[in-house]
């Protein structure tokens, strides 16, 4: 029988006679993972029966190898070179009837704050008797609201359109606000202005009337009223008075500065879905069923197009391209051009669009701006009004940045305590590349009106004929944003970046390396080939 002698190692065992005798089997060849899978794509040689095994897992290999690095291509040029993947996330933004993202649009998850600011005249008894050469205000403010928009009488109209009107609930945020909103303040007397302002081109005896009625109702120049009073609507005697005389021609003896904001709007509009196209998306189509206003003299001018500012038009956004947005209540539409990169809502990279410095100037300074010059008499404003009277009811109304910003130096001294910083008083928006909606921002308009004399009115003697005369300016911010549409900005930034990232990143690992093995595997193949022939 064969034995084993076992010394004090236990690891050392000394094989007997008998068994050294016996034939030995040929060790096989061990092989790692590495090798197997260099084997299978023909980049390792091996001799004997290995050589002819699993040929067809071999050929099996090539083709799912090949069919990778098809695929790792496509999927290269996929997300290297196409918008493929930024297109099929912003498909979300479509307004889809039912879909979230047009009940977002209908209902915004956003709620602006409304920043009113109201020029106090604090010596204007003094000017209008003479004993002051130039008025003075003060900037009393901000008096801040809330407010909840929606959309109401939604329609989808079939063809890639939605109509709509908006309303607009305004509430009152006293621990927002600088002052009361029953702070007495002093302000031009729009109504008394804008009945002069119509009456001048009337006959005598129509201005004696109006005169007559003005002193009646006690009506001057100036009027002291509540700040609420003044912007939400009051009871006007002098409208009262006008109302009782022609009836009909007048529909309310109520004014307000702000009165039209709060509640539905009169005007019906009619925008893109972004169905038919996504470049599309928000782009008024129609105001009260007409694509233009028929205010100014041209067409460019006249056409409305633009968004209301909540959603633009995602292939805009290359920094190259001025966005568009209409403002009603100017009655036009403003460019806004890319500025800088900023960071808003807590580090979310944004790109900062502003409105230009010379949207206001004179058309000596700006040519494209003499379309909104009076076609009539060809009179155009300083440089840093707009005259917006022809969507004002006839009111001699100008537009203009916060304290005259980028206006005529002449509008600026023209009144003490005007004083304009472009950080306080410029408009800009702060816009999510990738979404292309605004995440932060401040739209900043005031509103003059326009002394025009006529012959037989009294109580106007002081001012300078056509003299420019601040009442309010506004300021609207984003406000507070709910946590749903907060929660889907950041995963849109985020997550979405850093799923694209990898998409890239290992579509181009897996296109390199599948690359790397075909022509690895070739050139074995080849010389493998050209080794057999010179063996034969």
């Known amino acids: 029988m064969p034995e084993m002698v076992a010394f004090n190692s236990p690891e050392t065992v000394i094989p007997t006679s008998a ?17 197997t899978i260099l084997y299978y794509l023909d980049l390792e040689q091996r001799s004997g029966a290995d050589a002819k095994e699993n040929q067809c897992i071999r050929i099996l290999i090539f083709a799912v190898l090949f069919i990778i690095f098809v695929a790792s291509a496509i999927g290269f040029f996929i997300m290297w070179c196409t918008n493929m993947y930024n297109n099929s996330l912003l498909k979300q933004l479509i307004l889809k009837e039912n879909s979230t993202a047009a009940e977002w649009w209908a209902r915004p998850p956003v709620f602006p704050l409304l920043k009113v600011h109201v020029f106090n005249y ?65 302000v031009p007397n729009v109504v008394f202005l804008t009945g002069v302002s119509k009456k001048r081109v009337e006959g005598t005896w129509n201005q004696i009337t109006f005169n007559v009625a003005a002193s009646s ?19 006007d005697e002098l409208l009262s008075l006008a109302k009782s005389m022609f009836g009909n021609e007048i529909e309310t ?7 039209t904001r709060n509640g539905t709007s009169a005007e019906n509009f009619t925008v893109f879905s972004g169905e038919s196209s ?71 990279p944004a790109w900062r669009y502003k409105i230009p410095t010379n949207v206001f100037s004179h058309p000596d300074e700006h040519m494209p701006n003499h379309c909104y010059c009076h076609l009539d008499t060809g009179s155009c404003p300083p440089s840093g009004l707009f005259n917006i009277t022809g969507c004002s009811m006839g009111a001699p109304i100008f537009a203009s940045f916060p304290h005259f910003y980028t206006g005529d130096r002449q509008l600026i001294e023209s009144i003490e305590g005007v004083e304009p910083v472009q950080e306080k008083h410029e408009t800009y928006a702060d816009v999510h590349p990738r979404l292309a909606f605004p995440i932060d921002g401040a739209s900043r308009f005031q509103i003059n009106v326009q002394v025009q004399k006529a012959a ?81």
Not at 19 to 35: F, G, I, Q, V
Not at 165 to 183: A, T
Not at 253 to 259: A, E, P, V
């Open 19 to 35: 068994e050294t005798d016996r034939p030995r089997k040929p060790l096989k060849r061990r092989t790692s993972a590495l090798n």
């Open 122 to 186: 604090t010596n204007a008894q003094e000017f209008l008797d003479g004993k002051a050469s130039k008025l003075r205000v003060e900037d009393l403010g901000p008096y801040v609201y809330k407010e909840t928009a929606k959309k109401v009488n939604v329609s989808y109209n079939g063809d890639g359109t939605i109509s709509y009107r908006e309303y607009r609930d305004i509430q009152y945020l006293p621990e927002e606000s600088k002052g009361k909103p029953f702070d007495q303040v002093v």
């Open 217 to 235: 109702a006690g009506s001057s120049a100036f009027i002291k009223k509540p700040v609420e009073s003044l912007l939400w609507g009051y009871e």
């Open 253 to 259: 003896s109520k004014f307000g500065m702000l009165m």
């Open 278 to 348: 996504l470049q599309q998306l928000g782009i008024i189509k129609h105001l009260d069923g007409k694509p233009r206003q028929d205010l100014w003299h041209t067409d460019e001018c006249d056409h409305i197009g633009g968004t209301d500012g909540s959603q633009f038009p995602p292939h805009l956004m290359d920094r190259k391209q001025p966005l568009k947005v209409f403002i009603k209540s100017l009655c036009r539409k403003f460019p806004l051009v890319y500025d800088s990169e900023v960071t808003a809502l807590d580090g979310i």
């Open 456 to 536: 037989m009115v009294s109580g106007l003697d002081k001012f300078k004929e056509g003299q420019y005369l601040p009442v309010i300016w506004l300021e609207v911010v984003p406000g507070v944003i709910s946590d749903e549409l907060r929660a889907m900005i950041y995963h849109s930034t985020y997550s979405a970046n850093a799923i694209q990232m990898s998409l890239r990143v290992g579509t181009l690992a897996i296109f390199v390396l599948s690359f790397v093995l075909l022509i690895a595997k070739c050139y074995y193949h080849a010389r493998s080939s050209r080794k057999k022939e010179c063996s034969g």
